[in-house]
């Protein structure tokens, strides 16, 4: 089993800085994809940026430019770097680990807090 704990959520004005992290714990090998996803209130779900331990990263439109994601593979750790936040970054943060080995698996996160106030 693999456990995801993140850290680093918490409330910044419009415009500053905030560091997410997710450490994984458990028996990870192989392929696999770290990434942030967000949940604001009444809307889904949605990727915010993703990073293969190959060091390939994806990031949606709405964060590009301003986010940044990486990863330490010792430490299967997975960091965000969040720059010139907005009201609209405003959402529960959540750290996925997909593992693709004989099948795939998803593990998750408890999310934490991102308030962006204007």
């Known amino acids: 089993q693999v456990q995801l704990v993140e850290s680093g959520g918490g409330l910044v004005q419009a415009g500053g800085s905030l560091r997410l992290s997710c450490a994984a714990s458990?028996?990870?090998?192989?392929?696999?994809?770290m990434g942030w996803y967000r949940q604001a209130p009444g809307k889904q779900r949605e990727l915010v940026a993703s990073?293969?331990?190959?060091?390939?990263?994806n990031y949606a439109d709405s964060v590009k430019g301003r986010f940044t994601i990486s990863r330490d593979n010792a430490k299967n750790a997975v960091y965000l770097q969040m720059n010139s936040l907005k009201p609209e970054d405003t959402a529960v943060y959540y750290c996925?680990?997909?593992?693709?080995?004989?099948?795939?698996?998803?593990?998750w996160g408890q999310g934490t807090q991102v308030t962006v106030s204007s």
């Open positions: 996925k680990i997909q593992i693709m080995a004989t099948r795939t698996s998803d593990y």
């Open positions: 458990g028996i990870i090998f192989g392929f696999n994809v």
């Open positions: 990073i293969t331990n190959g060091g390939s990263s």
